[in-house]
């Protein structure tokens, strides 16, 4: 059954079909374009309980903003898709990209890049909803290089903390405001619950 511990754990696990559920069967059906055999199994209070439990966090993420949803998708949902990873990226770009001074052409495209990957890091740090996933990019050189090789995009080293720290923290902020208000109706959801039973 899942488990109501953290508005980031539940949203995954609204959205994932356990191995052993009529669900997974009928997802493999539908993605293998055949019949799997398998034993005839009575849902259980379990699987009742997770499909109600679900239920209830899924309409609370459907209460979000498209945008939103689409942020939180990319952060939790075990099915994300590209658009709404492209459409994160964007919204942490923008974020940053507002709260900051305006930048010239060149610097503005490469920022694009930098919010990726402060998107990416943020994702790494907080996938499995307990917020307890190490820095994949912990360092400038480990960031720099990774943009380098993921990206083709080359930042120099030289006033490292006047010409791109600022951004990178203002890009971690967007992801914590846009984190914050994607599980706001989660949390509020889970008290709702918790409170109930």
């Known amino acids: ?10 949203w995954h696990d609204s959205l994932y ?24 199994k009575m849902v259980t209070s379990r699987h009742a309980m997770h499909q ?10 459907a209460t979000l903003p498209g945008n939103l949803q689409a942020f939180g998708n990319f952060m939790y949902s075990p099915m994300a898709s590209i658009d709404e990873k ?34 990416f890091r943020y994702r790494r740090m907080h996938q499995g909803g307990q917020s307890e996933g190490v820095d994949p990019l912990p360092t400038p050189e480990a960031f720099r290089g990774w943009l380098l090789q993921e990206h083709g995009v080359k930042l120099a080293s030289e006033n490292w903390a006047r010409d791109w720290e600022p951004f990178v923290v203002a890009c971690f902020n967007a992801c914590n ?17 918790k409170e109930a039973a």
């Open 86 to 119: 492209e459409e994160a990226e964007e919204l942490v770009f923008l974020g940053a990209y507002n709260a900051g001074p305006k930048m010239m052409a060149k610097k503005f495209e490469r920022a694009r890049h930098v919010a990726i990957a402060v998107l």
């Open 17 to 40: 079909t356990p191995w052993d559920s009529q669900g997974a069967h009928v997802e493999q059906i539908g993605l293998l374009g055949c019949s799997v055999q398998k034993t005839e």
């Open 177 to 193: 405001d846009l984190d914050k208000a994607a599980l706001v109706p989660v949390s509020r959801c889970i008290n709702e619950m």
């Open 1 to 10: 059954m899942m488990k109501l511990n953290s508005a980031r754990a539940a």
């Open 52 to 61: 109600s439990v679900s239920a209830r966090i899924q309409h609370a993420i």
